[in-house]
């Protein structure tokens, strides 16, 4: 199976800083996606990574607060900018075309971030 | 509005034991079904998923019932075991035209008891 994987694995930043977060499959896959997982909660999703072209971003998130790229088939990254306390969360990416022709999505190990 | 629920946020459960955990969908447009596990530090592991025209599918000692007339998935773990221990999602996806669009429930905590 197909390994996904994502750096770092977990950091601490200060307040007004941005992160980038790289995820990496080992594989070509058709879609990429990134989610939030807020501490305690479910996941919530960001935006699809889409190569070539300008992600698409779910209400309440922006692309200025998470922009976000797809330069290839099995990489794309997400930076959390000008971070608050508030962006502390987990960040998971997560792939699907691993398994034709079915839409399943694999995860990341995904990225724990702690803003102070 | 839409969602996808959980009944129950924490289940536990005796090793050996049989579980069931359950989730309630309001979009009847869904055809598409996943139940994830994730343990904790970790990210959501893809346990079994079922489509709107099957009612139940079978994987190695996990169970997924779908039935559309309640809106209700359910998962059945059977003998149970320390290992199973994690938060369970279960997430939809609406049609067919909205590809890759997960809507997560909010999660079930398994506990197993030694």
């Known amino acids: 199976s197909a390994v996904i994987s994502q750096k770092p694995s977990r950091d601490i930043c200060q307040r007004g800083t941005s992160l980038t977060i790289q995820c990496q499959v080992d594989?070509?896959?058709?879609?990429m996606f990134w989610y939030r997982q807020q501490p305690g909660q479910s996941l919530t999703l960001i935006a699809t990574?889409?190569?070539?072209?300008?992600?698409?971003?779910e209400s309440g998130f922006v692309i200025d607060k998470f922009p976000i790229s797809r330069p290839n088939l099995t990489f794309s990254t997400l930076t959390v900018s000008n971070m608050s306390p508030e962006d502390s969360s987990i960040y998971l990416c997560?792939?699907?075309?691993?398994?034709?022709?079915?839409?399943?999505?694999?995860f990341g190990p995904g990225t724990r971030l702690t803003v102070l | 509005g839409e969602s996808v629920g959980l009944h129950l946020p924490t289940l536990s459960v005796q090793e050996g034991d049989n579980s069931i955990i359950n989730c309630a969908y309001s979009?009847?447009?869904?055809?598409?079904f996943i139940w994830y596990k994730q343990e904790s530090g970790k990210g959501p592991q893809f346990i079994i998923d079922?489509?709107?025209?099957?009612d139940k599918r079978q994987g190695q000692r996990v169970t997924v019932l779908l039935n559309k007339t309640v809106k209700h998935l359910s998962l059945q773990i059977a003998a149970t075991q320390p290992g199973d221990s994690a938060v369970y999602f279960c997430?939809?996806?609406?049609?067919?035209?909205?590809?890759?669009?997960?809507?997560f429930g909010q999660g079930t905590t398994l506990q197993v008891k030694p």
């Open positions: 997560s792939v699907e075309g691993l398994d034709s022709p079915t839409d399943t999505q694999y």
């Open positions: 594989s070509q896959v058709t879609m």
């Open positions: 990574a889409n190569q070539g072209s300008e992600a698409t971003y």
């Open positions: 979009n009847s447009a869904s055809d598409y």
């Open positions: 079922i489509r709107s025209n099957m």
């Open positions: 997430a939809e996806i609406h049609g067919s035209g909205n590809t890759g669009k997960l809507i």
